[in-house]
């Protein structure tokens, strides 16, 4: 989905920085008004606002990566649900582009399942499982015929193979408190186990579900502050709700805008820019010396190689030999019979699948190779 989308907004806006950031900036201003509707607010101006505002929000929504079409997808369906209340077709292709942008878009099912009504049974199959099947339909053949590789990788990056590590959990709650916004998220815990939402229980069932779900998984492998996304506004909402009342009410939203809003200025510090943008920075400087290179170029990871594309203005391939392997692994390529450039990571690795000629320079932890395949 990712693919699509930059491909869409870069044939209409170019290859610069807006063609890049062109969902991601309507997402972010989308996502939060389909929770406000969603929700029913008569507060949605401020409710708007603070959804806008959340740190996790700000981050996942600055980069083009597989969150944004999923937060879109996944708004857009609850949003539809709830104004429908029954299984239609339109839903049931909202709720397959999602899990086409995430397969954690799954959990989605729980919740529905707990809220639909028992005379829509045959509707939930045929416009919730049927249709939205029929759309996934390409991803599971893929696995199918490639040994379940991409299921399997999302598999082992998630449980951690099922090693217990206490502290990831305690990371995990840190992060979720943090990453929607102090001081709200901290009342909106209390709030979740105070408060029942009758008339918006499905978004409520879908943030528990994000939430406790990788709050299992948090026990035995690192969990992504990014990954229960669907439970952040849930919370916000209840922290909004359940201060009402309290005589420093404005007091406590005036700090979590305090402490949220300055999020996308900090990172133009230089500093902290420096720290959050290294791979990005590294990669640019590696471009420019790579510039006038002769050789074919490839990269070891689809990250740098799309960097790297980006920044030398033509197509550089990934040989991903230590990295997420994924259907353009394993699709047919034409690999380069003579010496090239190679993009990547350490010198073991690097020896193990080519014959190295040179190392050309490095940058932080990314080194620069001439090699030819062994």
Known sequence: MVAYMLAFSRSILGDGVLG?????LIVSLLVPFLFVRALEDKSAGILYAIFWASPI????????TPDVPFLLFSSLFLYY???????DLIGGILLGLALLSKYMAFLLYPALFFDIKRRDIKRFILFFILVPFIIFLPVIIFNILHGFVSF???FAHGTGGFNIRPRYFIKYLVDILIASG???SIYGMFGLLKRKW???KITLLTGWVFFLFFLFFSFFSRIEANWPILFYPPLLYAGYRFIEGFKYRGHIICMY???SLPLKPILLIPQIKYRVFKKEIAMKDIARRLKDAKLPVFANTYQHASLLSYYLKRYVPSLNIKSRHNQFDLWKKTYPHEDFIFVGIGYKDVMSHFYVDSTLYKRDNISVYKV???
């Open 182 to 184: 102090i001081p709200l």
């Open 257 to 259: 805008f305090l402490l």
């Open 20 to 24: 890049i950031r062109f969902f991601p």
């Open 57 to 64: 929000l700000q981050i996942v929504l600055f980069f083009m």
């Open 372 to 374: 030819r395949f062994k």
């Open 81 to 87: 649900y709830i104004k429908k209340r029954s299984p």
């Open 152 to 154: 399997k990788y999302q």
């Open 198 to 200: 009758d008339k918006n």
